[in-house]
């Protein structure tokens, strides 16, 4: 992936702001950091709803608990604005409540199963209660998000970084070691203090320890 400089944004999950601005140049789609307006995102068309998005991402990195209550008057004024219900769940998550959290999660996946972070969301609750076949059901199969959204030609980094984490860590997380590292291997280059990227870190630390261990147990068996 080629990669051009465009001047200064934020990027990265609510955990983080980079002054940054760039296009990355995937062969089928470019990865951006500005705020997508109309492609993928027609709240940003609201110049209002727009700077609340901005402020709530980051008050939801400052402070959960007074991003929360915000968050929930905004989806009720807001419904179909859908970061707001993504910014809500990391907020619940971080504040550990996390039956709320479980419970915006499967209900945004069964109101709007198209909605990329309510997919990756699902996949993570999948994923942390050992669910493990579903997440090729929600995907259909596709582990590239310009299969699993045709059409599009530009995500946001924040698209592309809560994708490759959360399927690098489905991968790490049933053994797949060699494709979660191709995932983690970008994200270290495009956001490597990224939560997404830690994470994804110690999920493939903790694989290659299982695989020794294997390796480990079947040469002592074998002896």
């Known amino acids: ?17 980079e002054e940054m601005h760039e296009v990355v140049h995937h062969p089928n789609y470019d990865i ?11 709240e940003t068309a609201d110049p209002y709803v727009r700077e609340q998005l901005t402020e709530l991402y980051e008050l939801t990195a400052r402070s959960p608990a007074e991003a929360a209550p915000i968050l929930v008057e905004r989806i009720e004024k807001y419904p179909d604005v859908l970061p707001f219900y ?9 504040m550990g409540d996390v039956e709320e959290a ?3 999660v499967k209900g945004l996946y069964e109101k709007r199963p198209d909605y990329l972070f309510a997919k990756l969301n699902y996949i993570d609750l999948c994923v942390n209660e050992g669910r493990f076949d579903e997440v090729p059901k929600i995907l259909g199969d596709k582990y590239d998000l310009h299969l699993l959204q ?3 030609t530009r995500f946001h980094i924040t698209e592309f970084v809560g994708f490759a984490g959360t399927v690098g860590n489905y991968f790490a997380r049933i053994g797949k070691i060699d ?5 983690y291997d970008v994200l270290q280059e495009l956001a490597p ?3 997404q990227t830690v994470r994804l870190e110690r999920a493939l630390k903790m694989g290659r320890l299982s695989e020794r261990l294997k390796k480990l147990s079947a040469s002592i068996t074998r002896n």
């Open 32 to 42: 951006v950091w500005e705020p997508l307006e109309g492609e993928g995102s027609p």
């Open 86 to 94: 993504n910014y809500l769940t990391v907020a619940y998550a971080r």
């Open 1 to 17: 992936m080629g990669r051009k400089r465009k001047g200064k944004a934020g990027h990265g999950s609510p955990d983080r702001q």
């Open 193 to 195: 203090d990224d939560p």
């Open 150 to 152: 045709p059409g599009r």
């Open 179 to 183: 494709l979660a590292e191709m995932f």
């Open 102 to 104: 479980k419970t915006l």
